[in-house]
């Protein structure tokens, strides 16, 4: 038997031994289509691609899933990496299978990148898939364990960025579904390329005390094991050093030498009841002092992640403390393996409904984030999902846990709206705190209520720290105060536009809400200027769109809305004769392509470098652009300054019968007007017609009637005209 069908039989045996009826003829199948389509394709340390997805396989059923995740994790890279598809896999696999390798696959595509914006997008990605089907998650992070196991093989910039991308997104991820196991030998594997030197030390320095440590752990275990055995509680016990990235993180966040890091060492102790678990608790503080105030319970109270056991710190020998954890077998098994525990299939019966309760927060999230920009995404997902929690009581001695840094705003939230729209203040431990108090583990928390409260204030929009609570708040004041809302966003957007130099009448800007509106996925603008009121959408969303907006309004012949910009009153003084509203001395320069003088309707792009650029309105590469790009957010506005007396090169072109004299014609009536000419030249078309191209300096718009009016006088001329780039 080859080495590849040895692995493949332990696999089945390992299957088989959680799930009797698996299908094997399937998974053999699927065994043998991948190591078909990864014919040839070979690892970077040399070994036959389909170790690969066998090794994630593995993964998988050390998870206990079902048949169908087996399948997919064989198949996992066959979409991306070879000729099956979708619905090759589908004709072989069903639609189960198709539809988790497909997941996967798109999930695989999604390339890391350290821009926030791009990363939200991401995540959102990856709870939608998590939403559909938790399997597809599941693999992906057995895919990325494996991956990461074989680093080693990959060049350092490779090793650096996976390692970094594991740290962010996959070890948080299995964190928040409650698999401590792989969590933490992510996170080990990804500090080992992440801080090399960090990881040695510890490395080295756990090796040197090797002995005195399985000593001292040798000698508790014994001591432990024997009393409960007098105690008749039939006991595992187990003692083991803390992993290493969290003596690392320790060790960095209180600045500490790896000596003086409080708890290195924890003890384990899996027993078969509930009740069990407290008495062995009785008899641990019996043998050994607990450390006050050290003492978890979750069991009564399980993490948002599902992780049960009881915590407590004892002094062991010698004065070294010592981290205890009590638990039973299945509290164990979910500690390991958190979601995918309760992810069974246990002869025949489907575990499926317990796990949508327990994948409730992947939902509840995903609901929470309909209407809320991609800041506020990243800032619940950090809170509400990759925090840590705190364990409040409720004065009748119910738990609440919330994310931590929660306030009695937030408590009063999670209870109940009515209870936070009516809340007047809060209680902790029965002192009356400040709204913004942080609860603490184990506060019993009141809030003080009236009835005709006047609902809360915005200020809790800022001060709340899950999302929940603040899209609660937001909600009351969208119903509670809609005209007030209205009022008040209008009042935002008019600060906002004179902030900006931006001067419309209301009438204009009805217009370009109108379109804006459409865009923003809003009714009617009242509906919008109502969102801005009450927080819902940010008010730099708004005014881009609206100034997008009036640049390609233009185009659409929104001739009121360019008369206003045009009419825009003076107001400044400006060297260059040019004022971008809101900025100061701002580097302007005229555009040669469409050469604008004063009375021009003229608008500004931001060049990279080389201060402002100016442009008429009317150019052609104004038009070009607003046609073509998405991103107008480099055009500004700009505005004349009124104390303009300087000369502003500009050009004409004339068409005209070519005649004698035509040019000196041309020069006698400029130098009557007192026009410097700076170029005229003269171009026979050859069929008895010429263009004359000249560069001149006028003050304005009106000059330059005047100097085109006079120049049609001249005989012979047939067309005038400025040239527009
Ligand atoms: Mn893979």
């Known amino acids: 038997m080859t080495d590849l069908e040895q692995r493949y039989e332990k696999l089945i045996e390992r299957i088989k031994s959680y799930l009797p009826n698996a299908g094997t003829d399937r998974i053999r199948a699927a065994f043998d289509v991948a190591r078909a389509a990864h014919e040839g394709q070979k690892r970077r340390d040399g070994s036959p691609y389909v170790t690969h997805p066998l090794a994630v396989a593995e993964i998988i059923a050390d998870m206990e899933l079902d048949t169908e995740s087996v399948i997919a994790a064989l198949l996992h890279d066959c979409i991306e990496d070879t000729e099956l598809n979708y619905e090759k896999i589908r004709s072989l696999f069903g639609t189960e299978v198709a539809d988790i390798v497909e997941g996967v696959s798109k999930l695989t595509r999604m390339p890391y990148t350290s821009k926030e914006e791009e990363q939200i997008e ?156 407290y008495n062995v608790l009785g008899f641990i503080h019996d043998l050994y002092r607990p450390i006050p105030g050290r003492f978890k319970d979750y069991i009564s109270t399980p993490k948002p992640n599902m992780y049960q056991s009881l915590h407590t710190t004892v002094i062991g020998r010698e004065g070294i403390p010592l981290e205890v954890q009590i638990r039973t077998h299945d509290m164990h098994h979910t500690a390991e393996y958190g979601i995918a525990a309760h992810w069974k299939y246990k002869s025949g019966v489907s575990g499926k409904d317990n796990l949508d309760e327990k994948l409730a927060w992947v939902r509840q999230l995903l609901e929470n984030q309909q209407d809320v920009d991609g800041e506020e995404f990243i800032r619940s997902l950090k809170t509400d999902m990759f925090g840590d929690a705190v364990y409040v009581f409720t004065p009748k001695g119910d738990v609440v846990s919330l994310p931590a840094g929660s306030t009695p705003i937030d408590f009063a939230y999670s209870i109940h709206s009515a209870v936070g729209n009516r809340m007047i203040g809060a209680k902790v431990n029965g002192r009356i705190v400040q709204l913004d108090y942080q609860l603490k583990s184990g506060e019993i928390v009141e809030v003080l209520t009236q009835k005709n409260a006047h609902g809360p204030s915005r200020d809790w929009i800022k001060i709340a720290k899950t999302s929940g609570a603040r899209n609660k708040i937001k909600q009351w004041f969208k119903k509670e105060c809609r005209e007030e809302n209205i009022a008040r966003g209008r009042s935002e957007l008019d600060r906002e536009f004179k902030r900006l130099g931006i001067e419309l009448s209301a009438a204009d800007l ?153 040019l000196m014609d041309i020069a006698t009536i400029l130098s009557g007007l007192k026009i410097p000419v700076h170029q005229m030249d003269a171009r026979a078309l050859g069929d008895g017609y010429a263009v004359i191209n000249m560069v001149m300096d006028v003050n304005g718009t009106e000059q330059l009637e005047q100097v085109i009016s006079k120049l049609r006088g001249v005989s012979g001329t047939i067309d005038i005209k400025r040239s527009s780039g």
């Open 122 to 277: 991401n995540l959102r990605k990856m709870f939608l898939a998590m939403g559909k089907d938790i399997r597809v998650i599941l693999i992906k992070i057995a895919d990325r364990l494996h991956n990461m196991r074989t680093i080693e093989y990959q060049k350092p910039d490779k090793q650096r960025e996976k390692a970094l991308e594991t740290m962010e997104v996959y070890a948080p991820l299995a964190h928040r579904l409650g698999m401590q196991k792989i969590k933490w030998e992510l996170e080990d594997l990804s500090l080992k390329y992440l801080d090399p030197v960090g990881y040695q030390e510890i490395m080295d320095e756990l090796e040197r005390r090797r002995p005195e440590r399985v000593e001292f752990l040798n000698h508790i275990k014994d001591r432990m094991a024997e009393r409960l055995k007098q105690a008749g509680i039939n006991a595992e016990v187990a003692g083991r050093v803390k992993h290493l990235y969290s003596i690392y993180r320790k060790m960095y966040t209180q600045h500490k030498d790896i000596s003086e890091v409080y708890d290195l060492y924890a003890m384990r102790v899996i027993v078969e009841t509930v009740a069990d678990c």
């Open 510 to 662: 009805e217009e370009a809400f109108k379109t804006v509106c459409k865009r923003l996925s809003f009714k009617a603008p009242d509906e919008m200027l109502a969102s801005l009121g009450y927080g819902g959408i940010k008010i730099n969303r708004v005014v881009n769109r609206i100034r997008d907006e009036l640049l390609r309004g233009k185009l659409r012949g929104h001739e009121q809305i360019i008369e206003k910009l045009k009419a825009a009153p003076k107001q400044k003084t400006s060297d260059s004769g040019v004022i971008v509203p809101g900025v100061d001395n701002c580097l302007v320069k005229f555009a040669r392509c469409c050469t604008p003088i004063p009375g021009d309707a003229i608008i500004g792009f931001i060049t990279r470098g080389y201060g402002v650029s100016v442009h008429r309105m009317d150019c052609k590469n104004v038009t070009n652009a607003m046609e073509n790009s998405d991103d107008l957010s480099r055009w500004i506005r700009v505005i004349w300054a009124d104390d303009v007396q300087d000369r502003f090169q500009t050009s004409l072109q004339i068409s005209a019968k070519d005649r004698m004299n035509l």
